[in-house]
């Protein structure tokens, strides 16, 4: 049974808290938020303590395993150190940091510091997901060549309207895109080269529409856009490979779909509907971070990794900034 210690009680950290209470091998021992309206609420509701600072809970709670950080970005570097400097295993929502020198010096210092520091890009978690990853590596569409992705919806609420402060969160484009960015570099590899274009001045954040042009090193090209200037909330993929097309997209009631070609003509395949389970994705995510706790496993999702969507995604926004294509040396990138 491992014990988790909650920093934060906005909506990932209820997202968070609930899918711990119902681990039977994990027990949340106390939420942590300044708001203590909000840390009294959210620990009523899961039956665990309230605490409204980090050294309260640290002095009051004993042999604590893993802390879980639900904070905004920018309190990300002061928390994983405080979590690193207690010797106690580090989950950190995404984005790992506000910028790349921040996100190296976590990972420095949580390596240095012998914990885990574990960053929750959850959509590699998502069934939809992982199936079309299952089918290129299978080779059901062929040799994969152009990718359309989409996600968003309204402008996201949160503390003190810290989305709206470009310097606090990075917009549209590190706050939301970065989660395609993970998934396309997990299915296809290194990224080349990145062109984006964005409407919305850094001025005004709430009806913000991005387009992202990556190139991978193997070929592929994909077409990422994001927005938070609609109502609700949806994602979408398209796949086309030589011999096929995955399709997903969260407003059907069948969300993915897999066409493959029957001749070499070109005619139209058959759609064969995908029935992926419907698990919570944030609940197999913290599950498999505790359970690479227990058995020493590399992660789905490394530190690593989250570094290198972060740069994806600061090449993305150097590219808005001076209106030409960026090329991933990984050294020319500005944080």
Same mark, same amino acid.
């Given at each position: ?9 906005? =909506? ?16 949340? *021992?106390?939420? *942590? %938020? ?16 309230? #605490? ?19 904070? &905004? ?16 295993? *580090? ?20 390596? !240095? ?8 890009? *959850? ?14 590596? =299978?080779?059901?569409?062929?040799? &994969? ?19 709206? %402060? ?12 970065? /989660? ?7 299915? #296809? ?33 994909? /077409? ?24 997903? %997209? ?7 779909? =897999? ?13 064969? &509907? ?46 808005? !900034? =001076? ?13």
């Amino acid at each position: 049974m491992q014990k988790v210690l909650l920093i934060g009680a906005g =909506t990932m950290g209820k997202v968070h808290a609930k899918a711990y209470s119902e681990m039977d091998k994990a027990q949340l *021992v106390g939420i *942590v %938020d300044s708001n203590q309206d909000k840390a009294n609420e959210l620990a009523e509701e899961v039956g665990t303590a309230a #605490f409204y600072t980090f050294d309260e809970a640290m002095e009051k709670l004993k042999n604590i395993d893993v802390i879980d950080i639900c904070l &905004p970005t920018y309190f990300h570097k002061e928390y994983v150190k405080r979590a690193a400097d207690a010797g106690k295993h *580090v989950i950190c929502e995404k984005p790992l940091a506000r910028d790349l020198q921040e996100a190296r010096e976590m990972i420095t210092y949580c390596r !240095e510091k012998n914990v885990n520091l574990f960053v929750g890009h *959850v959509v590699r978690f998502f069934p939809e997901y992982q199936k079309a990853k299952a089918l290129l590596e =299978t080779g059901a569409i062929g040799k &994969p060549a152009v990718v359309r992705t989409s996600r968003g919806g309204a402008f996201p609420t949160g503390w003190s309207d810290w989305y709206a %402060d470009f310097q606090k969160s990075g917009g549209l484009v590190l706050d939301l895109l970065i /989660h395609d960015f993970d998934y396309l570099r997990w299915c #296809f590899g290194e990224v080349e080269r990145v062109y984006a274009k964005r409407i919305s001045p850094r001025e005004d954040l709430r009806l913000d529409y991005a387009l992202v042009t990556l190139r991978f090193k193997n070929g592929v090209i994909a /077409h990422v856009e994001g927005t938070w200037a609609h109502d609700g909330f949806a994602y979408k993929f398209e796949i086309s490979g030589t011999k096929g097309i995955v399709d997903c %997209d969260s407003t059907k009631a069948v969300p993915i779909t =897999t066409m493959v070609r029957t001749s070499d003509e070109g005619t139209a395949g058959v759609p064969v &509907p995908e029935s992926p389970l419907k698990k919570n994705p944030y609940f197999l995510e913290l599950e498999h971070f505790l359970s690479c706790i227990e058995t020493g496993d590399t992660p789905l999702v490394t530190s690593e990794d989250a570094y290198k969507a972060m740069e994806i995604a600061f090449a993305a926004l150097q590219s808005i !900034e =001076t209106g030409k294509p960026v090329t991933l040396n990984y050294s020319n990138v500005q944080c």
